[in-house]
């Protein structure tokens, strides 16, 4: 039955001045109103207590006092009884909408998903009474205002530059080295005092959009400081990067000559941000619109243009077709594939002189440019005609004219192969799924018989040297497999795109913070049917934090009766105390012994006697004098370890092993802490001693 408010108080207590002696009262805290939040969004208001008497593990009850009805508090949970509450709260609470959460015995956070308009009100933080005198205060009230969602946030017209195709979310060209223009209108109709924070980010093409995968280009905060994400902190600080506020609504983003890797998909997001009473700042409302598909048309850069005809020409004494456009050169058995292959463009000038071939003639204009797949390496060469010259400011721009693959020999090079990572740097609870993006991109051939692909992730603990361990990853077959260490994990290693891989942890443990990046290798396949690695490329460090549980645990151990004979049975008992963890927190024991080494006065390494684990099923190891075993939970922090017929083998140091485990939504179990015992010497007197 729904609780009608808080349990009936004792009348202030009255004030005691004693000299000498020192007073403690209970006090309870809860933030400063009042709060100010935004219908259909989440909130969390805190409370602890300090200065009580009794167990560290306090219990809370929060109650709602409506303003239409300011006297009457609505129970909506309790730490203590699942039935606490009132009927308006209880299918939120049963949905999970709303929840009391422990940060530690003596501080709880309530937590409501999605605000509604009857929300608001006066709440008050109840701690029930475990002192032996009422002194202090029992309770804390804050006041929480329920504001309508008047955020709008929609994209602008894109510039005069750039092809725009008629769909919707439109889909922009540009070329490599122009100006991208994007813009959006962002406002609000709040009557309270607040500032608008409006980013724009790219989610990398053909992914799905999230808030998990969009990587921030640039972003005007609420103290109207401009900031870039990480990969375009460079570009901010060297002007390329601009973003405006035009007028009262109007937000503008340039990025002054567009690469390779701005293409993708971009949004606008605008936040809104009020400052409470206690002068922090909290988000109470955001929205996201899609701005624009855009692609990066990239170009080569040509060093000079000379006349030239259609017609095959002489290399070297080789043909070179320009319709075929492939090379027969010597020492090689096949032609080579030009589009496979790293270029570098040279003058036609200086390719004559290199090769002794005559310059082209014609009435059209023609670029000659020439790929070597090795350093120092003479014999494999290709040459490609180009045109479409386009000029742009100092840079002389072009497009192939045509390409003809022919792939009896793929190369590919580490200056071809680049991988990026999103969406940044992560900061996560445990339990929470952990999704990191890999993009590969550059001038690759597609996989297939001639070439394929391996994709990976590593993790190294932060502060620690190397690329780390690997977590997953795709082969060339892409078949996924775990890391070392990561067996029994519920991780996905996926493709989602042609080029884009994603990994996802369904349940992060504190222990996989760290430093994630991706390798990505290409390999090849020659004459033969072996495949050979041409090209690896790693990513950047992407940090990842996980929050800890805060689990702290502490055992005692002793010998019950404090001396035992032989063939009795001794019984060693441990009691556990836990401080801190989230609800469910599930405990295991084991009991270890070390026994002196024969000859020495060492004890060799400890051995596993027994133990319980966290679902409660025994295990038992090797005891010492070979008999029976038994350990059991004699309650619900103590556990008992038997060694029935004592024999002068079993003599040594004992001690108790607790751990605390935690289980997430994916079924999975993780330890959240750990502790030892004192040692317990156990040994068997014979009778007469």
Request: net charge neutral; hydrophobic share 35%; with cysteine.
């Amino acid at each position: 039955m729904g609780a009608l408010g808080p349990s009936p108080r004792l009348p202030p207590p009255l004030l005691l001045l004693m000299l000498g002696v020192q007073c403690f009262a209970r006090e309870v805290l809860v933030p400063k109103g009042p709060l100010y939040r935004v219908a259909g969004t989440a909130i969390s208001i805190s409370c602890n207590v300090s200065s009580y008497e009794g167990p560290a593990q306090q219990d809370f009850e929060w109650f709602l006092y409506r303003p239409e009805a300011p006297e009457a508090a609505l129970g909506i949970v309790s730490t203590r009884d699942a039935r606490f509450s009132y009927a308006v709260f209880g299918a939120r609470v049963a949905a999970g909408d709303v929840q009391v959460q422990r940060l530690q015995g003596d501080a709880v956070v309530l937590r409501i998903a999605h605000l509604q308009a009857q929300d608001a009100g006066v709440y008050e933080c109840y701690t029930p009474s475990t002192d032996a005198r009422y002194l202090g205060s029992y309770s804390g009230k804050v006041e929480l205002r329920v504001l309508p969602d008047t955020l709008q946030v929609s994209a602008t017209p894109p510039g005069p530059r750039g092809r725009q195709a008629p769909t919707s979310p439109p889909r922009l060209t540009v070329h490599e080295g122009q100006e991208l223009a994007l813009g959006c209108v962002a406002r609000t109709s709040t009557q309270q005092h607040t500032h608008l924070a409006v980013s724009f980010g790219r989610a990398v093409p053909e992914v799905p959009v999230g808030r998990a995968t969009l990587q921030e280009v640039v972003g005007l905060r609420p103290d109207l400081a401009v900031e870039a994400g990480a990969p375009y902190a460079e570009r901010l600080a060297a002007g390329e990067l601009r973003l405006g506020k035009e007028g009262a609504e109007r937000y503008r983003m340039v990025v002054g000559g567009a690469q390779a890797e701005d293409a993708g998909t971009y949004h606008c997001t605008a936040a809104e941000w009020i400052q409470d009473p206690d002068g922090s700042w909290a988000q109470i409302a955001e929205k996201r619109a899609v701005l624009a598909h855009v692609d990066v048309q990239t170009l080569c850069e040509c060093h000079s243009s000379h006349s030239g005809s259609l017609e095959p020409w002489d290399l070297g004494g080789h043909q070179v077709g320009t319709a075929g456009l492939q090379a027969h050169l010597p020492e090689r058995a096949g032609p080579v594939s030009i589009t496979s292959l790293p270029w570098r463009v040279f003058s036609a000038q200086k390719l004559g002189m290199e090769v002794g071939g005559p310059w082209l003639r014609g009435e059209r204009p023609w670029v000659v440019g020439m790929a070597v797949p090795h350093e120092g390496q003479t014999g494999r060469l290709a040459v490609l005609l180009w045109r479409k010259e386009l000029q742009l400011g100092s840079r002389v721009l072009c497009a192939p004219s045509c390409l003809h693959d022919t792939p009896s020999l793929s190369y590919v090079s580490a200056s071809q192969l680049a991988v990026a990572v999103g969406p940044g740097e992560r900061r996560i609870g445990p339990g929470e799924p952990l999704e990191l993006l890999c993009n590969v991109s550059g001038a690759l051939p597609p996989p297939g018989r001639h070439a394929a692909y391996s994709v990976g992730w590593e993790m190294a603990p932060a502060g620690a040297p190397g690329p780390g361990r690997l977590v997953a990853q795709l082969d060339t077959d892409g078949v996924g497999s775990l890391g070392p260490g990561y067996e029994g994990r519920h991780i996905a290693m996926e493709k989602v795109a042609s080029r884009t891989y994603r990994l996802r942890l369904e349940a992060a443990r504190p222990g996989d913070a760290g430093t994630y990046r991706c390798l990505a290798k290409a390999y090849v396949r020659g004459s033969g049917a072996r495949l050979r690695e041409a090209a690896s490329a790693r990513s950047r460090p992407l940090p990842v934090h996980v929050r800890e549980e805060g689990v702290v645990l502490e055992a005692v151990a002793w010998l019950a009766g404090g001396t035992v004979y032989r063939g009795e049975t001794a019984s060693l008992l441990c009691n556990i105390s836990v401080r801190g963890g989230p609800p469910g927190l599930r405990l295991a024991a084991s009991w270890w012994v070390e026994r002196p080494e024969e000859g020495t006065l060492s004890s060799g390494p400890a051995q596993l006697v027994g133990g319980v684990g966290q679902d409660g099923v025994a295990e038992l190891g090797v005891r010492p004098g070979g008999g029976p075993v038994s350990v059991e939970l004699v309650g619900p922090r103590s556990h008992r370890l038997r060694l029935h017929g004592l024999g002068p083998e079993d003599e040594g140091v004992y001690h108790c092993a607790p751990s605390a485990w935690v289980q997430h939504a994916d079924y999975s179990w993780y330890q959240a802490g750990s502790a030892r015992s004192g040692p317990v010497t156990v040994y068997p007197y014979t009778h007469g001693e």
